[in-house]
């Protein structure tokens, strides 16, 4: 290995260092929204020069993890409804084709898996496990992603989660309240049949075209439905504090 190509394997091992360590610390609440990420502080933590964190601060302001603003400079990204149900309309869609474009390469052994985790999620509904209940989700989508031909989408919709993740710890708090209302009969249900909808129409042989495009309407009506609760919850707040 030359020494060019060596140093410039050796500044993207520190970028990735510096990412790896940023987004670890906002997906754990280590960072608040609002905090400022301040360069210096973050490179004598990890014992690098300030260049590859700003490089990663960067990435990170690209997945709309971090901001800058004129005044503070890079800052957490804050609670904002709005862009959870934006970043939530583009999962409905990027979902939609990865489960459709998936259907042919489905196997029985895939079948029976996603019987499996959706029986496993049913258990964790009844016990209001949502732990138990976020992890069967990701492992149900999990086999259909690897079946899916187009790896690249596959990848913006891990990414994607994670910033979804993100937003929602800030603006659902996980509250007994928000635990029943995720968790809910109704709604849980809902999921549970819309998973079973899925496996049926794999069955089935459904075409590709109308498994992407039942999963991305039920998405972006999930998507509605919570818009609306978080709106009236925002309300009733506000009602409280003026009372």
């Known amino acids: 290995m ?22 670890e610390g906002i997906d754990r609440g280590l960072y608040a929204p609002k905090q400022r990420l301040v360069i210096d502080t973050l490179a004598k933590e990890l014992s690098i020069s300030p260049v590859p964190v700003r490089e990663a601060i960067r990435r990170l302001e690209a997945e709309s993890l971090v901001i800058f603003s004129k005044n503070s400079g890079a800052i ?40 499996a985790v959706n029986g496993e999620m049913a258990k ?8 138990g209940w976020t992890q069967g989700n990701l492992d149900f989508h999990a086999v259909i992603n690897r079946r899916c031909p187009n790896a690249s989408i596959v990848d913006q919709i ?3 989660r994670s910033r979804i993740a993100m937003i929602n710890r ?3 708090p996980r509250t007994e309240a928000t635990i029943l209302h995720t968790l809910g009969r109704d709604s849980g249900k809902s999921t549970l049949a819309g998973h079973g909808w899925i496996i049926e129409a794999y069955l089935s042989g459904k075409s590709s075209s109308e498994i992407e495009a039942h999963v991305r309407t039920n998405i972006l009506m999930l998507t509605e439905e919570t818009r609306r609760n ?9 009602s409280r504090s003026l009372e």
Not at 3 to 15: C, D, I, L
Not at 231 to 238: E, I, L, Q, T, Y
Request: glycine share 8%; aromatic share 8%.
């Open 2 to 23: 030359t020494r060019g190509v060596a140093s410039a394997a050796e500044a993207t091992s520190k970028q990735q260092l510096a990412y790896d360590y940023i987004k």
């Open 76 to 115: 957490v990204a804050g609670a904002d409804p709005d862009l959870w149900a934006e970043q939530m309309e583009l999962l409905a869609v990027l979902e939609g084709y990865v489960t459709g474009a998936a259907a042919p390469r489905i196997t029985g052994a895939d079948i029976k898996q996603l019987k």
């Open 124 to 131: 964790a509904l009844a016990s209001f496990d949502l732990v």
């Open 158 to 160: 891990g990414q994607l």
């Open 170 to 172: 800030f603006i659902q």
């Open 230 to 238: 978080l709106s009236n919850s925002h309300d009733r707040r506000v």
